[in-house]
């Protein structure tokens, strides 16, 4: 009765973890999916998109958390087989530094325009 009572209560951990384990892997892919580009749809992610594309993105995305790569593998991965294009926030290098200058710049150079112009209008 107590090896009973024992695997029971075994059985119910290993279930409880593993369900677990496939929730956090489903998150994981839900993460991921949301920051790629839909090629085949114009304008929608991959966790949006019903396309053949999108469904085996997220196929490929589950296969590879299954052999245990992180996210920034994958996004490797992605990025070496479809291009930089395909990912909503690409990563900070000196390909992308403008591009994440810009908003920066256009920021303050509209800040210092309201400034001249509210000095401006005083005088």
């Given amino acids: 009765m107590k090896i009973l009572k024992t695997f029971c209560i075994l059985l119910i951990f290993f279930l ?17 999916s949301k920051n790629l ?4 749809c114009q304008g929608q992610s991959v966790y949006d998109s ?3 594309f999108a469904l085996s ?3 490929l995305i589950k296969k ?6 992180n996210d920034d593998e994958i996004y490797d991965f992605l ?8 990912v909503y ?7 992308t ?9 256009v920021f303050l150079g509209g800040g210092w325009l309201i400034i001249k112009k509210i000095k401006y209008t005083k005088l």
């Fill in 16 to 32: 409880f973890f593993q369900n677990h384990s496939l929730a956090s892997s489903s998150q994981q892919v839900d993460k991921i």
């Fill in 37 to 40: 580009r839909c090629l085949i």
């Fill in 50 to 52: 019903q396309s053949d």
């Fill in 57 to 59: 993105m997220k196929t």
């Fill in 64 to 69: 590879k958390i299954d052999e245990g790569k």
């Fill in 79 to 86: 990025i070496s087989k479809y291009g930089e294009w395909i």
């Fill in 89 to 95: 926030e690409p990563k900070f290098n000196k390909n």
């Fill in 97 to 105: 530094f403008f591009l994440w200058l810009l908003p920066i710049l």
